[in-house]
């Protein structure tokens, strides 16, 4: 059988193909479709509660002093992104 030259890249890229989407269809494990439920990841685990008479431990509470100071921190922050703000539309 001859095969005439413009035949040959195209036989060749036929080929190449063929051996690339033959190594998608074999599995290294030789697992069947019937194992492929077995492979499937587990569901996720109920979320679970801690018992109500688990309470965490006792947290530091802020003093006045310091929740006023934290306000004040917090107004003057807004306050300094509201003026940004105004000068950002002037512009």
Sequence with gaps: MTMSCSNRPLLAAAALLAASLGGCAT???SSSLMDARAEMPT???ARTYLPVEDVPADRETMTSD???K???ELLAARARQEAAE???KQQ
Excluded: E
């Design 70 to 72: 934290l306000k004040n």
């Design 27 to 29: 599995s290294s494990t």
């Design 66 to 68: 310091q929740q006023s």
């Design 43 to 45: 569901a996720p685990k």
């Design 86 to 88: 105004k000068a950002s």
